[in-house]
């Protein structure tokens, strides 16, 4: 797991300090973005041929680690 984290990096000089996938200029939000409206791993290297499988797993694992990270409270939606 840490060696795909390692795909990842926080560059305050790239894309405003955004996580993105190393050695790119594609943001981890860009990546889930894509996923998250349909495109599958294949598609999205296919379209970018300079990043890998490893790369979108690796995207998928930084995600997760931020949410396992963070305390979310719920939206009250009072009227």
């Given at each position: ?12 000089e790239?894309l405003?300090?955004?996580?993105v996938?190393?050695?790119?200029r ?7 973005g894509?996923l998250?409206?349909?495109e599958?791993?294949?598609?999205i290297?296919?379209?970018y ?21 963070n ?7 009072s009227?």
């Amino acid at each position: 797991m840490e060696a795909l984290l390692k795909r990842i990096e926080l560059n305050p000089e790239i894309l405003a300090g955004k996580p993105v996938i190393k050695g790119t200029r594609l943001s981890v939000q860009f990546i889930l973005g894509l996923l998250a409206h349909g495109e599958t791993p294949q598609s999205i290297i296919e379209e970018y041929n300079y990043i890998t499988e490893k790369d979108i797993r690796a995207c998928l694992l930084f995600a997760n680690e931020v949410m396992e990270n963070n305390f979310f409270t719920p939206f009250s939606h009072s009227k």
